[in-house]
């Protein structure tokens, strides 16, 4: 199949991989614009994964303030360079995730965050509840890290539902920002306020 410019160009787009590597992966699934963005999404997130452990200190400080200033937002979010800090793209992700902070007040940014006393806590309650109903023991365990997940949603930023696309967790999200700018990022911390509370 001969792979033509205007091809590339809209891989390109939907995807914001590099020319060559749409033209080569446009050439190996026979022009197939599905099946190729879902392999440049792949290695994308294959290339994201290495990149995590590097070191992130570089990045920016993203704000929002809801309609009528009552709830607010900031975020810190951290990439390796300066230069990445100042792109669109990073500067548009770090917005997100403060609104994201202002719509589904989290309470901590990962699982790794919450304190060890509260997840046991949760999981005591959550275990005699199910006792109380009268649950079998040996499944009692699967329930309740059932109820575990749901809670981890709740209260962990990168575990929940992105608020423009409920489709992705927020972590996923991350991740993509990493495939898609080449460079470790991470949510380092946050602060909601409102008024009131």
């Not at 001969?2 to 749409?22: I, P």
Request: charged share 30%.
């Amino acid at each position: 199949m001969n792979v033509t410019t205007a091809m590339v160009k809209e891989l390109r787009q939907m995807t914001s991989a590099g020319v060559l590597e749409c033209k080569k992966v446009l050439e190996e699934t026979q022009g197939d614009m599905v099946k190729a963005a879902q392999v440049l999404r792949e290695r994308g997130l294959a290339k994201a994964a290495k990149k995590v452990g590097r070191e992130a200190n570089e990045g920016l400080i993203g704000h929002y303030i809801h309609a009528g200033s009552r709830v607010a937002a900031l975020v810190e979010v951290n990439c390796e360079t300066d230069f990445v800090a100042r792109t669109p793209d990073f500067q548009e992700f770090a917005h997100d995730i403060a609104m994201q902070v202002v719509a589904s007040n989290p309470r901590y940014v990962s699982i790794e965050g919450v304190p060890q006393e509260v997840a046991d806590s949760e999981r005591a309650v959550y275990r005699q509840q199910f006792l109380d109903e009268g649950k079998p023991e040996r499944i009692l365990d699967r329930i309740v890290e059932g109820k575990m997940a749901k809670f981890y949603e709740e209260v962990c930023l990168l575990e929940q539902p992105f608020i423009k696309d409920d489709e992705r967790k927020v972590g996923t999200l991350v991740t993509e920002m990493i495939a898609k700018l080449g460079e470790n990022i991470v949510i380092r911390r946050f602060a909601r306020l409102q008024v009131g509370e």
